[in-house]
């Protein structure tokens, strides 16, 4: 972060802060928080991509072997999966499309 606009911090858990320099540039800080917007949702994006691969992940791994059964508990996990992924297309486009 440029001193000149502000201060970003975190502290040790990765909670950040942005502390604004009084005589900075309004245009600058908005341009600055922007960006810092557009880290936070691509963390998000992130995190939650990550989570709906593993959970697909140990859907098939805990329904490989166990027959008709299985097969139909893994289906209706999958639909969960499914409903994670399309909150997760939302999240992409507000990500990638907003042009932020």
């Known amino acids: 972060s440029d001193p000149k606009i502000g201060i970003i911090s975190h502290a040790r858990d990765?909670?950040?802060?942005?502390?604004?320099?009084?005589s900075a540039d309004r245009g600058k800080v908005n341009?600055?928080?922007?960006?810092?917007?557009?880290?936070?949702r691509l963390f998000?994006?992130?995190?939650?991509?990550i989570s709906v691969f593993l959970l697909i992940l140990t859907t098939?791994?805990?329904?490989?072997?166990?027959?008709?059964?299985?097969?139909v508990i893994a289906l209706v996990r999958f639909r969960r999966v499914w409903n994670?992924?399309?909150s997760l297309s939302d999240e992409y486009r507000l990500l990638?499309?907003?042009g932020e």
């Open 14 to 22: 990765f909670d950040f802060r942005f502390i604004v320099n009084d």
């Open 44 to 49: 998000l994006f992130t995190c939650t991509s």
């Open 84 to 86: 994670q992924m399309e």
């Open 60 to 71: 098939v791994a805990k329904s490989f072997g166990t027959g008709y059964v299985g097969l």
């Open 96 to 98: 990638f499309e907003a």
């Open 31 to 40: 341009i600055l928080c922007g960006n810092l917007r557009r880290e936070t």
